[in-house]
């Protein structure tokens, strides 16, 4: 049974960073891409970053370039989302999502649907 664990989410001031990690149990990507989403109340799902576990490719929603990272450790089964200059905008549940067959382009980011496994989430709260 696939499991996609998130932790590290918390309050931190605007400007704080956070770490956010994924660890995946019963599943193993291979060639294919694994990302992170966030809902806020009241809003659709955001893509946020997205990872090809085959290569180096990464992407990122527009609002987050430069001030969030995303890796993946393949020893570790697991993604981080390292997110640094935390804004007023940010704080929402964040999502892991694994298994998606295609991201070029960013396009998984777009579509939600090109993943097959999600996590519960961990709720990111910025304080101004």
């Known amino acids: 049974q696939v499991q996609l664990v998130e932790s590290g989410g918390g309050s931190v001031q605007a400007g704080g960073s956070l770490r956010l990690s994924c660890a995946a149990s019963?599943?193993?990507?291979?060639?294919?891409?694994m990302g992170w989403f966030r809902q806020a109340p009241g809003k659709e799902r955001e893509g946020v970053a997205a990872?090809?576990?085959?290569?180096?490719?990464?992407y990122y929603a527009d609002s987050v370039k430069g001030r969030f990272t995303i890796s993946h450790d393949k020893a570790k089964n697991t993604v981080y989302l390292q997110m640094n200059s935390l804004k007023p905008e940010d704080p929402a549940m964040y999502y892991c999502?694994?298994?998606?067959?295609?991201?070029?382009?960013?396009?998984?980011?777009?579509?939600?649907?090109?993943?097959?496994?999600w996590g519960q989430g961990t709720q990111v709260t910025v304080s101004s």
């Open positions: 999502a694994a298994d998606a067959t295609y991201c070029s382009g960013g396009v998984c980011l777009r579509t939600p649907a090109y993943f097959t496994y």
């Open positions: 019963g599943y193993t990507p291979s060639r294919r891409s």
């Open positions: 990872i090809y576990t085959g290569g180096v490719s990464t």
